[in-house]
């Protein structure tokens, strides 16, 4: 597949990243720049609000949470986009027991990811993660992203200009 350029992973002996850890202050583009992937490479995309995967009903997060992963896999190759994760997966010694167990669940899901399948993730405070989901294997590469200068900013309004019409 075009999108994870597993024939140039494989050809320069890297392994592809199974997920991508993006992180900088509000505003700095971050969802943007994970739609914009998304448009250039045809790929299934699947992004669901943190707010709107956790659910008071005991049980429901985490099946909402598998349904996600689970489509991702039938619909491979698919990004999987979880913005302010830092909100679904905090440190397990100071969360509450609900983000404990979608924490654990995710963990687990990420393991079974293949690789047709990218996770990412996108956060303004990457040291409010667990440390487990920064480990290899999991998000294999973090990436800053900063905020855009004036010029930037204007470059990529006209871009978006562009693809509207």
Same mark, same amino acid.
């Given at each position: 597949?075009? =999108?994870?350029? &597993? &024939? $140039?992973?494989?050809? /320069?002996?890297?392994?592809?990243?199974?997920?991508? =850890?993006?992180?900088?202050?509000?505003? &700095?583009?971050?969802? =943007? /720049? +994970? @739609?914009?992937?998304?448009?250039?490479?045809?790929?299934?995309?699947?992004? #669901?609000?943190? &707010?709107? /995967? +956790?659910?008071?009903?005991?049980?429901?997060?985490? $099946?909402?949470?598998?349904?996600?992963?689970?489509?991702? @896999?039938?619909?491979?190759?698919?990004?999987?986009?979880?913005?302010?994760? !830092?909100?679904?997966?905090?440190? $397990?010694?100071?969360?509450?027991?609900?983000?404990?167990? /979608?924490?654990?669940?995710?963990?687990?899901?990420?393991?079974?990811?293949?690789?047709?399948? #990218?996770?990412?993730?996108?956060?303004?405070?990457?040291?409010? =993660? !667990?440390?487990?989901?920064? @480990?290899?294997?999991?998000? !294999? @590469?973090?990436?800053?992203?900063? +905020?855009?200068? #004036?010029?930037?900013?204007?470059?990529?309004?006209?871009?978006?200009?562009?693809? #509207?019409?």
């Amino acid at each position: 597949s075009a =999108l994870f350029l &597993s &024939s $140039r992973y494989k050809e /320069l002996h890297i392994p592809v990243p199974k997920g991508v =850890l993006l992180y900088g202050p509000p505003g &700095s583009g971050k969802t =943007l /720049l +994970v @739609r914009s992937l998304v448009s250039c490479f045809h790929t299934s995309f699947f992004t #669901v609000s943190i &707010s709107a /995967l +956790v659910s008071q009903y005991l049980g429901e997060s985490e $099946r909402r949470l598998t349904e996600l992963f689970n489509q991702a @896999r039938l619909a491979a190759p698919a990004i999987i986009f979880l913005d302010e994760i !830092d909100a679904l997966c905090p440190p $397990r010694d100071r969360a509450n027991a609900t983000s404990s167990r /979608l924490c654990s669940l995710l963990l687990a899901l990420f393991d079974e990811v293949s690789e047709r399948v #990218v996770v990412i993730g996108a956060t303004n405070r990457p040291n409010s =993660l !667990d440390s487990a989901l920064r @480990r290899p294997g999991r998000f !294999d @590469r973090e990436i800053e992203i900063e +905020v855009p200068t #004036v010029d930037e900013k204007r470059s990529i309004i006209h871009v978006l200009l562009q693809s #509207v019409d």
